[in-house]
């Protein structure tokens, strides 16, 4: 795979687990405290506190500290990067519609759509 393959491949498995997905659903509303995103969500702050370290870490969010709390934002730069690169590698242009014709049965399939 290349490296753009990779990441975007990444990119999906991070947001493929429910918790780190629905943060990503509620951060996409705006900025909010890592304390509101528990009680909003129904989950233990430090299992919040755990996932938003992957997302931190995978550059999909980024946060401040205000006081003594942590304020969670969506990082644009990279849902833009990864949408451009999703369209690059998953364009119309790179998907084929040709049948399978390796296997006796897909040839015979195919004939007797036509």
Known sequence: MTK???RLQNFFKILGD???FRIVL???KGEECVCVIAEKLGLDQTLV???LNTLRDANLIQDRKIGTWVHCSLN???FDEMEKLYQKLLNSENISD???VS???CR???KEKL
Request: glycine letters at 0%; a neutral charge.
């Open 108 to 110: 015979s399939l195919i």
């Open 98 to 100: 040709k049948l399978c």
């Open 49 to 51: 506190s755990h996932h």
């Open 76 to 78: 644009k730069k990279t």
């Open 18 to 20: 429910e918790s780190k």
């Open 26 to 28: 509620h951060l996409a």
């Open 103 to 105: 296997h006796e049965i």
């Open 4 to 6: 753009e393959e990779t």
